[in-house]
């Protein structure tokens, strides 16, 4: 029934399978016995396998079982949920906040719960999936601007003056480049036209600001985005995701966001995993210094290759390719040397736009990146990069 749409991803270099790994998630991974340096993970703090989040996770199910039994307005929240949601409020310091079964989930479930058919979103060209499809579901109307551009989201907020209620949407690091979205511009624009603004910090929080907070800690600015997004699954190395803000907008999402209604509550243990994650965070400040070390070694040792980071000012760094071909060919190459980076291709990025994207963790030793330079460098002097 699916042949033809099969061969044709096939054809395109675009069909893909995950690898299988033998050993636990860390900066060292096994794949049918082959020792490789991961470097596309999203754990940036090397927390997944951290024995606090464990202990936790073992504690939790000893005391509440695993499963939630059902959706949290059906039979009740466990205290985990509440604890978690405690701790994530105090550390982004929003008045409330309220936990979702995973960031494609949150964005779904959020955005059409604000915005609807009398409404306007305005979105930046490089956002998420999960955005734009929670864009779509919201029926709103949507008005999509030029990455990182604030003259064309002023120009398309000027001719909104319709809509009964503007959104401005972004990613605050955008996960396939790496840069971050220009939150002072986008916090003056939003507050001068009186638009929401929505911030999705899954990639932020926990890499970015002094102590991890995300994109608004970032740049001075907390208390000034309305709705902050975010995820456990990538710095905290556990699993879900949260919206964190007023107490009103929680209460209507908890009342409004399908995805939250319809489903299932997330496992108490994990709830337990994420808050022990959340102490780590602000506890061990040495493991995000440890992060953007990391990063800086890599992007010397590829410079010296002569290996550009494009535009990106975050742990991750991508290497635009162009073809699905010739990138697959690279990633194939770096497996060979002991690199595992993943060819990132359509409809992830754009077509024409594939790339490796190239993620730091914190538990990179120094060796591990060298290697991962050196395995470039050959790959660039290969004629694949």
């Known amino acids: 029934m699916f042949e033809h749409e099969l061969t044709d991803l096939f054809e395109k270099k675009l069909l893909r399978q995950p690898v299988v790994i033998e050993s636990s998630d860390g900066p060292r991974i096994t794949v049918n016995g082959k020792h490789l340096v991961l470097m596309c993970s999203n754990d940036y703090l090397g927390l997944a ?88 579901l919201s029926k709103a109307r949507l008005a999509v601007y030029r990455h990182r551009d604030m003259n064309d989201l002023e120009g398309l907020l000027k001719k909104s003056g319709n809509a009964r209620r503007r959104l401005i ?75 964190a803000g007023s107490h009103d907008l929680i209460k209507l999402l908890m009342n409004r966001s399908r995805s939250f209604m319809y489903s299932t509550a997330l496992p108490p243990a994990v709830c337990a995993a994420s808050r022990a994650a959340i102490d780590l965070v602000e506890h061990e400040p040495e493991r995000r210094v440890k992060l953007w070390k990391n990063r800086e070694r890599l992007v010397s040792g590829l410079e010296r290759f002569g290996i550009g980071s494009e535009n990106s000012d975050t742990p991750i760094i991508p290497l635009v390719i162009g073809s699905a071909e010739k990138t697959i060919a690279a990633a194939r190459r770096l497996f060979e040397h002991g690199i595992y980076v993943t060819a990132i291709r359509p409809p992830s990025v754009a077509e024409g736009a594939a790339r490796l994207r190239i993620t730091l963790m914190a538990t990179h030793a120094d060796d591990d990146i060298d290697a991962a330079s050196k395995a470039l460098g050959e790959c660039r002097q290969e004629g694949l990069l």
């Open 169 to 243: 949407v972004t990613d605050g690091v955008f996960s396939m480049d790496g840069d971050i979205a220009p939150l002072p511009d986008l916090v003056t624009l939003s507050e001068r036209f009186d638009a929401l603004l929505m911030v999705d910090d899954a990639h932020a929080t926990g890499v970015l600001g002094m102590h991890g907070r995300g994109t608004a800690e970032h740049f001075g600015l907390e208390g000034r985005v309305p709705i902050q997004m975010g995820t456990f699954s990538k710095a905290f190395g556990s699993f879900g995701a949260y919206a």
């Open 49 to 136: 396998g951290h024995p606090a989040l464990r202990a936790a996770a073992a504690d939790a199910m000893a005391r509440y079982g695993f499963g939630a039994g059902a959706s949290r307005l059906v039979s009740g929240s466990s205290m985990a949920h509440e604890e978690l949601e405690y701790r994530l409020c105090r550390f982004k310091q929003t008045e409330a906040a309220i936990l979702y079964n995973s960031g494609y989930a949150a964005n779904t479930g959020i955005i059409p719960a604000i915005a609807g058919e009398a409404d306007i979103i305005l979105s930046d060209n490089l956002n998420h999936a999960s955005i734009i499809d929670g864009c779509r």
